[in-house]
């Protein structure tokens, strides 16, 4: 019994395999398929000018923000920008880094 059941079970897994990596290339398709569209047809994103990012907002570029735990501070901290990362700019929130609407 136990030898029929090993190749079924190789069997399963292949079709389930076949069928991840079936699913991955059509959605990968589809994807540039619709980019190529966008890209055709659509308008360059106003808001970051066709760039896909833009400054950071939070810390106007500076890639660090001024901070302190307390409300009245005694002494101020330097910290990396939690928005950018210290990269001084972020992902345009309209076209998502598209360039495109």
Do not use: R
Not at 69 to 74: F, K, M, S, T
Not at 76 to 88: A, E, M, R, S, V
Request: hydrophobic share 35%; net charge positive.
């Amino acid at each position: 019994m136990s030898g029929s059941l090993i190749p079924a079970l190789a069997k399963a897994t292949g079709v389930v395999f076949a069928g991840v990596l079936a699913a991955s290339l059509a959605s990968t398709a589809i994807k540039l398929n619709y980019q190529k569209h966008k890209i055709k047809n659509g308008k360059e994103c106003g808001v970051c000018k066709g760039k896909g990012f833009y400054k950071c907002k939070l810390c106007k570029g500076k890639s660090t923000i001024e901070w302190s735990p307390l409300y009245d501070p005694v002494v101020i901290n330097p910290c990396l920008c939690p928005t950018c990362d210290g990269n001084k700019v972020q992902k345009c929130l309209n076209c998502l880094g598209d360039c495109y609407v």
